[in-house]
């Protein structure tokens, strides 16, 4: 696929990308997926979003040709590649920090790599395609084990390992409340993994009543339809024994419905890309002293948001782009032993040619779209 301008993307004839570097990969995608954050990407708010870039960092494939120096990967192997670009070895991977490597991004200062996701984010094309170019090969992807079937595996690359991650940043104790804005795939797999890490209870919150139902019986939590209160945070409180949520999890990003005089006064004067609905609810209906965990995508300035509230209340706040590799072994685990089972999220598979009716029924939130696959020919 390929980035025409805003709302506009489609297939198109490209060069299969070839070796650059010696530890490149070269990777036939077999399935990749779009995310939620494509999104902002394709209504065109991320800054620096050219046309003719390929997106695409949720993919998985059979590796096609490698480097001279790639030591740990050869043509044939089913792999998994993080939607993270990082050497491994400068001193932000060293710490566990793969998002935020410091060696794979000229505006390194903030994020790290990430494929088909702006110059912003690096400039490398991603895997909505049938060929990707796979930098560092020896260290972000993994073999797809044996008894992984490729739609869960392609899930691991971010969607469930940052669902994951955000209940993790929770840092949630046994029997907690724990709320989470936002029934997308991340939102879903923030909330079963909730129950993992030992909370008490599990509510999501959306406005979609066909996501909410599968947040019911896919990650067995409470739901609540924003819409049908004039306060949502009134009625956390409510539900809460008027604490508040110990712990929220913001699952949404800069996207957010919900909240008019919010939009008037963040999106709609175009003082940026959306507003922080979703992370005000979170920070209003958290307990004092309750910690939250933001992994929705915002872009780099934000304001409007109620950070004097967060101060008096003696908030955690925790976020970062998911570290997708450190969370594999445990959710290799999960999924093995039944706990977690990724794609019975996915709703629709749409061959790559479709791509841009794809992107178009994510978008417009039509025909119960919660995830959506994107099949390549050569698959
Ligand atoms: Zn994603
Ligand atoms: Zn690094």
Redesign the pocket.
């Known amino acids: 696929m390929v980035y025409r301008g805003p709302y506009r993307v489609r297939p198109e004839e490209k060069d299969r990308p070839s070796i650059e570097h010696p530890n490149d990969a070269i990777v036939r995608v077999t399935r990749a997926a779009i995310c939620g954050s494509d999104l902002h990407l394709y209504h065109g708010l991320m800054p620096d979003t050219r046309v003719g870039m390929t997106f695409g960092h949720e993919f998985v494939g059979v590796v096609d040709e490698v480097g001279p120096s790639v030591r740990n990967l050869k043509a044939g192997d089913r792999v998994m590649v993080p939607f993270n670009i990082?050497?491994?070895?400068?001193y932000?991977?060293a710490r566990g920090l793969y998002s935020n490597?410091?060696?794979?991004n000229p505006n390194a200062t903030a994020v790290g790599g990430i494929y088909g996701y702006s110059h912003t984010c690096g400039g490398y094309d991603g895997g909505q395609a049938e060929y990707v170019r796979v930098p560092l090969a020896d260290v972000g992807p993994s073999l797809i084990p044996d008894w992984m079937d490729e739609d869960d595996a392609v899930l691991l690359t971010d969607a469930l390992a940052t669902g994951y991650f955000g209940a993790q940043l929770g840092d949630i104790s046994e029997g907690d409340v724990v709320v989470v804005f936002g029934a997308g795939p991340v939102g879903l797999y923030a909330a079963a993994s909730a129950w993992l890490m030992g909370a008490g209870r599990v509510i999501v919150i959306d406005h979609l009543d066909y996501r909410l139902e599968k947040a019911a019986t896919f990650a067995h939590a409470e739901t609540i339809n924003f819409t049908e209160y004039d306060d949502i945070v009134v009625h956390m409180k409510k539900i809460t024994d008027h604490l508040g949520a110990d712990v929220a999890i913001d699952a949404v990003g800069a996207e957010a419905d919900g909240n008019l005089l919010q939009h008037v006064t963040a999106a709609k004067l175009k003082l940026q890309g959306g507003s922080p609905v979703a992370l005000n609810w979170a920070i209003d209906s958290v307990r004092k002293g309750g910690t939250i965990s933001v992994m929705g995508a915002y872009g780099p300035m934000f304001s409007a948001i109620k950070f004097g509230d967060a101060m008096n209340k003696g908030l955690t706040l925790r976020m970062n782009q998911c570290p997708v590799k450190r969370q594999w072994p445990r959710l290799f685990e999960h999924i093995r032993n039944g706990y977690l089972k990724p794609s019975d999220i996915v709703t629709h598979r749409i061959p790559l040619e479709h791509i841009a009716e794809g992107y178009h029924i994510f978008s417009a939130k039509l025909d119960g779209c919660i995830k959506p696959l994107i099949i390549p020919n050569a698959a």
């Open positions: 990082f050497c491994g070895t400068c932000f991977c490597c410091h060696n794979v």
